[in-house]
């Protein structure tokens, strides 16, 4: 601005000047004194002169910055305009001296060769310039192309702005959806963020149904209720199923449902994308790999302003692009946490139904172990020792009734143990089995001790009693003894219980013959096999009322206890069934046969059983009982009885001095130990009860073998477990024998006998 103003100047006063010349100037009177006078203008002249001679020698000094910033041609030039500014600042130095007298040949000389010179290097930096034009048209080049690329770079840099922008709009977004993992939260800030942001008129999301056949509108910024209906697309909508196809924002169709649905109910609307954001469930990662399942998809639809025509930018659909994937990431965990949340309770649930059972198991635990504990030491302990006291008597002088009774007794009582055992069994295992225990018999002397025994029932009930037993039968055969006599037990039982009025039992015992086919239709699908060594026994036990007879045909066979009419009969069935499944244990079968109003009248029991030596009538008392062996053998044997019930250890001492045996009873290991230390090696036998507190019997068995290396006693061990490893374990620890309680003489001296054959031969 400077420039142009001094250039006008300049160009104003020449114009000035002109015009006076040409207005008469050149007449005026210059001689005069005055302004205007012939030595005033030379003066002015001079002191121009010098002026310039200043002025060009100033300009040298400021241009040899540059000489030293620029290169060789431009230097050159460069200097060249230095020496014309000199030569000229020169000239009009020596011109100013020029204005007054006369000069002297030396300084117009000099003036003059200063103009030649200055003329010489003008022309010289002429021509240099115009060498330099290429130069500098190639500078200028240059310099666009650079002014081009310093635009390029600022359009890069607004790009740059911009995304660092929209990086800042996603990550600000972002942040404000991973604040919460809760589903709803999360896609409800993310049409709040996306609003504000962009400036949207609405925005909504779109996710299926379960049978994933319906897109429902399950999340939307304004809500309308003019467009209930369309809260819901199929999926084989156009648009749905572009948008599902394809990655990336899709910009819908002016008249699409799904923009049209999502408007919040506004007529009027501006442009409408969309995209779709995968929806990952925990169930897609099982096992650590994703599994081969359809994706599902969720819809983001948002709606611009229609009032500015407004479009979307690059910009908008990159932040809605990577928006969408942080949405998508943000729901999976969110999915993931749900379902990580409901397998947690679920777990906390089992792990609670699992500390309930635990408990439930312990406190049954302890009521089994209270249950056996009480039926132990209330009954089968009593038990076992009432059966020692009756196995003395058994071995007496008896008559033949009161060894019938006696026997009966025993009987009973062995009936009674069978059934406490087996409640024992079945509290401890809970397999449900009973355990059956096959060993030779006497037929003929179990028959004629339930004979007995059903006659006590019998008279107690107020019923008649009657035996009709065929003379044919074997005596010596194979089979469950007590299980034999249990059944028959119940079979009387069950009758009498179920009967309320009075009449006649009649206990019958036949031989079931091949040819024998009448009561073949009560055998069901199981048929008795007669042979040589083999015998079918049926044992039927009918009830009669007072004088009557009946007929077959009045007879129903049933194999299960029919419909009762109440809870007593209902556990007369469950005690028939269970009586029925120990039967078929035995391989044999059993029946209930009712009259016509539904009454149990009789029961069969069908067993075969293997013969053994010999067959006889069944009455003869030489049948009755095995003939005894001599006890000599035992006579002034030591003994040592350990046992930790009293009662028991008295009826076990008493049986032993029957034998003849010396004992000396004990009630613990410890003093059993004690014992030993004390009598030296005069004891030859030790019984040992295996279950005794503080020191069992295997511990103190292993401390006899330990520090009795030499004569070490005989060792049995008693024991009222049915377990089958019992005997292997009493090896191991050095025992010789096993006698299983209830103690009975007999068995007793079999199993003494036993022993001491084996430890003298």
Known sequence: MAKALVLWSLIASLFIAVSAIDNGFSHCHCDDDGFWSINSILECQKVGDFLIAIA????????????????????????????????????????????????????MLTLTIAKILTA?????????????????????????????????????????????EASWHVRMLTQEIRKSLDKHTILYTTLVELSNTLDLQNCAVWMPNEDKTEMNLTHELKVSSSNISQRSLPVNDPDVLEIKNNNGVRILRQDSALGAASSGGSAQLGTVAAIRMPMLRFSNFKGGTPEFVETCYAILVLVLPSANDRVWSHNEMEIVEVVADQVAVALSHAAVLEESQLMREKLEEQNRALQQAKENAIMASQARNSFQRVMSHGMRRPMHSIMGLLSIFQDDSLSSKQSIIVHTMVKSCTVLSTLINDAMEISAKDKGKFPLETRPFQLHSMIKEASCLIKCLCVYKGFGFAVDVQNSLPNQVMGDERRVFQVLLHMVGHLLNVSDMGGS???????????????????????????????????????????????????TTVHFAGRRQNSNNAKEDLSFSMCRKLVQMMQGNIWISSNYQGHARSMTLLLRLQIQVFRGAIFERGNLLDQPKSNSIFKGIQVILADDDDINRTVTKKLLEKLGCRVSAVSSGFECLNALGSTGNSVQVVVLDLHMPEMDGFEVAMRIQKFRSHCKPLIIALTASAEENVWERCLQTGMNGVIRKPVLLQGMAEELRSVLQRANG
Not at 76 to 83: D, R
Not at 519 to 532: A, C, E, H, M, V
Not at 535 to 555: A, R, T
Request: hydrophobic share 45%.
């Open 56 to 107: 060009y020698f100033s300009i040298p000094i400021e241009l040899l910055y540059f000489v030293s910033c620029s290169t060789v041609p431009f230097k050159w030039v460069l200097l060249q305009f230095i020496a014309f500014i000199v030569l000229c600042g020169l000239t009009h130095l020596l011109n100013g001296w020029t204005y007054y007298g006369p000069h002297s040949f030396q300084l």
């Open 120 to 164: 010489l290097v003008s022309c010289a930096t002429a021509i240099t310039l115009l060498t330099l034009i290429p130069l500098l048209l190639k500078t200028k080049v240059r310099e666009l192309f650079l002014k081009q690329n310093v635009l390029e770079l600022d359009q890069e840099v607004g790009m740059m702005k911009k995304q660092k």
């Open 505 to 555: 039992v009649i206990f019958r015992v036949v031989s079931e013959g091949a040819n024998e086919g009448r009561n073949d239709k009560f055998l069901g699908t199981w048929r008795p096999i007669t042979s040589d060594e083999y015998v079918s026994i049926k044992f039927e036990i009918e009830l009669l009322d007072g004088g009557s007879q009946y007929n077959d045909g009045d007879i």
